[in-house]
Each structure stands twice: as C-alpha cells, then as structure tokens.
C-alpha cells in the first residue's frame, strides 16, 4: 500500500511539474510578446496590425517552446483573430472575419483530407504491410539492398500516407531486425536513419505528401494561382528521389555493415493480425486509390478541381463501409486544425497589410532574385528544425510571395520542399522522433544525415523548380 501511494504521489508531482513548466513558458512567451509589441513594433502600424504582429510573436513563440501542443496553436490564431478583428472590443474597427473562418473549408483541408481517408483504407485493409512484406521479400539479402528497399518504400510511402504513419509502419516490420544485429553492428544505424529520412524527403513528392506543401497551395491560391497535383509531383518527385539516393549512398559509406547478408525473415513484423481483411473492401479500396491518383495527377485534362476530387475516397470508403466512424476518430484532426490556423494566419498578415509592410523593410536588402530566395529558403530549413515545418512555412511563405510577386510559385513552392530537409535533430519531424524512439540511437546520430539534407536539400529544390519553371515549360 505504501509503495502504491508513493508511486501515486510520484505520478501527481510528476503530472504537477509538467503543468507548470508548460504554464511557466505560456506565461513567459505571453509577457514578452506583449512587450516586444509594446516597445519595439515597427513603426506606424494600425490597431489592426498590432494585434495581427502580436498574434505572430505569440504563435512563433508557443510553436518554438511548445508551451501548448502545435494544434492548439492552430485553434487559438482563430479565436483569436475572431475576437479582436471581428469585435471592437479592444477599440480596433471590426472587419468581417468570414475569410479566416473559412480556412476549415479551404481546398487545401479536403485535400489533406482525401488523403487521410486513404491512407486509412490502406491500414484498414493491411495494405500497408502486405506491401511492406513483399518488398522485404524481393530485395534479396544484401546490406545495400536491403536498405534501399526500405528507403524506397518509405519514400513512396511518404507520398500518400503520412510520413509519420509510413515510419512507424516500417519501423514495426524491421526494429526486431535491428535488435537481432545488436547495437554495435552499424547497418542497424543506417536502417533507423535511413527510413525516417526517406519518409521526411518523400513528403516532398506529392500536395498531400506533408502539410508544408499544403499550405504553399493553399496561399498560392489566395493569390490567384494554381499549382496542380502533377505539376507540383514534377516539382517534388526528382528532389524526393535524389535526396533518398544521396542518402542510401552516404548511409552505406558511414554505416558499413559487417554482414555480407541480412537475414530479414525475422524482421516481417512481430505483430500478426487475427481478422483477415475482407477482399471487398480491399478491392474498394484499390481501385478508390487509383481513381483518385489518376484524376490528381490528371486535373490539367478534365479541369476537376483537387479538393472536389479529393472527395472521391470520402463519399466511396465511407459509403461501402471501409472506413466506419471509429477509424474518423482516430484521423489526424489536429493536423487539419493546425494548418486551418496557419491559413488564417498567412491570410490575417495579408489582409492587415503587415506582410506588405515586413516586405517594405526586406526590400532595402540589395539581394537579387536566387539570392534573397536561398536565405528564404535556408531560414526555413533552420526554422523546421525547431518547430514544426507547417508553421514555419505558414510564417515565411506569405512573406516571399510578396517580397518576390512575379516568382510567387517558385518561391512557394521552393519553401515548402526546404522545410521537408529540416532532419537535424530528433525532434525536427515526427519520423525522426519515432525512430529515435526505438532506443537504438542517439542524439548525435542525426547530425551528419541532418546536416547532408539540410544542406543539400534547399539548394537542390531551388535549383530543380528554377530548371523546371523557367527553362523545361
């Protein structure tokens, strides 16, 4: 009995002192915004535009300390810009509110959306890791080929699901794997490193690949331009692909395996599920999927918006049955609730004026077109690093829209792929974390792959949307 209320008190002070280290930074991050807003806003803003510059400090800050989960940050730019925009409450004239509020129904959020419920198809159905078996199956036995195969599959994987649903899904079938190599055999390294960079990268390759891409869409949108789901495939696949090769090389050389084969027949994932999958609903969902890919792919031909074709795998696995309202509940909402604040944040900088007054000062900094675009591109790797890359991305690329207007696309596009090559640190992305998880790897193991990616991957992304924006179309 004693030792259960020790435990008790134990869990409580615990509980305790998170909650107080989480109010004690909320409360930090509050007062000095309110201070830098005070003090040192620039000059000649509107009350509308300080309160819009005060609600970017705070979300910057809240997203860097994680002071409240990112989500959370997502819900409070909405009441927020509902209450002291909407209201004179605070002595500001009240604007209509409706465009922030209408971020939940954006295309982008059907897009993502769509993708969800497909991504839930293929669990549902065992998809996943029928694919992942019979990939490990067919690679063959060699160190090198064992680690491309995964990294392929999670590179393609990535580009569909999510990438943190495509990690852990690999993670499951080949961590018993590495625990059979033993911590001191290197290719186990090279494995737990290979895949989440493969699946952070591979978010690169599609719209719905990661929410960065989404919100580079969807603020391209409100500017009046379109970037379709296969154009913007041609922008992200070749550096998604590259990227993932650099890698698997680079992970060989560092990480060389004392094996001349891997047996992988213990790594086909521990746990085994009971039910079969129903082949109706397999079916369904399959043929749902290639439908749905193909009208993506193809929007330039029939004109069909993405979002209302993202509608597809909605009506069709919900109508048959495939997906029920348990699997709805366990959806990412609070991805859809972060990047529905993070559009309304973007929208809110635009809207004001301030963005236009941030590009005002940016504009006296006499860098030319690549160059003013690397920094842009760069800082929001480095950002990504240390928060999440959806709201580093909702911060810079409104402001390089309208610091560079006539490259709005390639300087949108070219921020969403660089915020995919934040991979520096465990906590960079969530494939880093989860692999990181496993307890085979520590802190320092991240930085040489980190460092390759962050370095390599914006530059690449620049130079592969300038090539194909202004001399391939």
Same mark, same amino acid.
Not at 21 to 28: M, P, W
Not at 88 to 96: E, I, L, R, T, Y
């Given at each position: 009995?004693?030792?259960?209320?020790?435990?008790?008190?134990?869990?409580?002070?615990?509980?305790?002192?998170?909650?107080?280290?989480?109010?004690?930074?909320?409360?930090?991050?509050?007062?000095?915004?309110?201070l &830098?807003?005070?003090?040192?806003?620039?000059?000649?803003?509107?009350? =509308? !535009?300080?309160?819009?510059?005060?609600?970017? +400090?705070?979300?910057?800050?809240?997203?860097?300390?994680?002071?409240?989960p990112?989500?959370?940050?997502? &819900?409070?730019?909405?009441?927020f810009?509902?209450?002291?925009?909407?209201?004179?409450?605070?002595?500001?004239?009240?604007?209509?509110?409706?465009?922030?509020?209408?971020?939940?129904?954006?295309?982008?959020?059907?897009?993502?959306?769509?993708?969800f419920?497909?991504?839930t198809?293929?669990?549902?159905? !065992?998809?996943?890791?029928?694919?992942?078996?019979?990939? +490990?199956?067919?690679?063959?036995?060699?160190?090198?080929?064992? *680690?491309?195969?995964?990294m392929?599959?999670?590179?393609?994987?990535?580009?569909?699901?999510? =990438?943190?649903?495509?990690t852990?899904?690999?993670?499951?079938a /080949?961590?018993?794997?590495?625990?059979?190599?033993?911590?001191?055999?290197?290719?186990?390294?090279?494995? *737990?490193?290979?895949?989440?960079?493969?699946?952070?990268?591979?978010?690169?390759?599609?719209?719905?690949?990661?929410?960065?891409?989404?919100?580079?869409?969807?603020?391209?949108n409100?500017?009046?331009?379109?970037?379709?789901?296969?154009?913007w495939?041609?922008?992200?696949?070749?550096?998604?692909?590259?990227?993932?090769?650099?890698?698997?090389?680079?992970?060989?050389?560092?990480?060389?395996?004392?094996?001349?084969?891997?047996?992988?027949?213990?790594?086909?994932?521990?746990?085994?599920?009971?039910?079969?999958?129903?082949?109706?609903?397999?079916?369904?969902?399959?043929?749902?999927?290639?439908?749905?890919?193909?009208?993506?792919?193809?929007?330039?031909?029939?004109?069909?918006?993405?979002?209302? &074709?993202?509608? &597809?795998?909605?009506?069709?696995?919900?109508?048959?049955?495939?997906?029920?309202?348990?699997?709805?509940?366990?959806?990412?909402?609070?991805?859809?609730?972060?990047?529905?604040?993070?559009?309304? *944040?973007?929208?809110?900088?635009?809207?004001?004026?301030?963005?236009?007054?941030?590009?005002? =000062?940016?504009?006296?900094?006499?860098?030319a077109?690549?160059?003013?675009?690397?920094?842009?591109?760069?800082?929001?790797?480095?950002?990504?690093?240390?928060?999440? =890359?959806?709201?580093?991305?909702?911060?810079?690329?409104?402001?390089?829209?309208?610091?560079?207007?006539? !490259?709005?696309?390639?300087?949108? /596009?070219?921020?969403?792929?660089?915020?995919?090559s934040?991979?520096?640190?465990?906590?960079?992305?969530?494939?880093?974390?989860?692999?990181?998880?496993?307890?085979?790897?520590? !802190?320092?193991?991240?930085?040489?792959?980190?460092?390759?990616?962050?370095?390599?991957?914006?530059?690449?992304?620049?130079?592969? /949307?300038?090539?194909?924006?202004y001399?391939?179309?």
């Open positions: 009995m004693a030792d259960s209320r020790r435990y008790a008190q134990y869990l409580l002070g615990k509980v305790f002192h998170s909650f107080i280290n989480r109010l004690s930074s909320f409360s930090g991050v509050l007062l000095l915004c309110f &830098i807003t005070y003090f040192f806003s620039p000059e000649g803003l509107d009350h =509308n !535009q300080r309160f819009v510059f005060f609600l970017l +400090l705070f979300s910057v800050g809240l997203w860097f300390t994680e002071a409240i990112p989500f959370a940050v997502g &819900i409070l730019i909405l009441v810009l509902v209450y002291f925009l909407g209201s004179d409450v605070m002595g500001s004239d009240a604007v209509d509110v409706s465009p922030y509020i209408n971020t939940w129904s954006s295309p982008v959020i059907w897009l993502l959306l769509g993708g419920f497909l991504a198809g293929l669990r549902k159905c !065992q998809m996943d890791t029928a694919i992942l078996r019979w990939v +490990l199956s067919k690679v063959g036995s060699r160190p090198s080929w064992v *680690l491309f195969g995964l392929m599959l999670s590179l393609l994987g990535s580009m569909i699901m999510s =990438n943190t649903a495509t852990a899904m690999v993670l499951a /080949v961590v018993p794997l590495c625990r059979n190599l033993g911590p001191e055999e290197p290719f186990s390294k090279a494995i *737990l490193l290979g895949v989440p960079t493969a699946a952070a990268v591979g978010g690169m390759g599609t719209i719905i690949g990661t929410p960065s891409n989404a919100i580079a869409v969807g603020v391209l409100t500017t009046g331009e379109d970037v379709s789901f296969g154009m495939m041609i922008y992200g696949m070749v550096p998604a692909i590259l990227l993932t090769l650099l890698t698997w090389r680079f992970l060989l050389i560092r990480y060389r395996s004392k094996y001349s084969k891997i047996e992988i027949s213990a790594s086909i994932t521990e746990e085994e599920i009971d039910v079969a999958p129903d082949r109706e609903a397999k079916r369904i969902t399959i043929a749902t999927l290639l439908l749905t890919i193909i009208l993506w792919i193809t929007t330039p031909l029939h004109g069909f918006h993405v979002a209302a &074709i993202a509608a &597809i795998p909605l009506v069709a696995l919900t109508a048959s049955g495939v997906v029920n309202a348990e699997d709805l509940q366990r959806m990412p909402w609070d991805t859809l609730m972060l990047v529905s604040g993070g559009l309304a *944040l973007g929208l809110s900088m635009q809207k004001t004026g301030l963005a236009e007054l941030f590009v005002a =000062n940016l504009e006296g900094i006499p860098l077109l690549i160059p003013m675009l690397i920094l842009l591109c760069f800082v929001t790797m480095a950002m990504s690093n240390i928060m999440s =890359n959806t709201a580093a991305s909702t911060i810079i690329v409104p402001l390089a829209i309208l610091l560079l207007p006539l !490259q709005a696309e390639l300087a949108a /596009v070219s921020i969403a792929l660089s915020a995919s934040a991979l520096l640190l465990p906590v960079s992305t969530p494939p880093n974390a989860l692999a990181y998880a496993t307890g085979m790897l520590q !802190q320092k193991d991240f930085r040489a792959t980190g460092l390759l990616i962050g370095i390599v991957g914006p530059a690449m992304a620049i130079a592969w /949307v300038y090539l194909v924006r001399l391939l179309f």
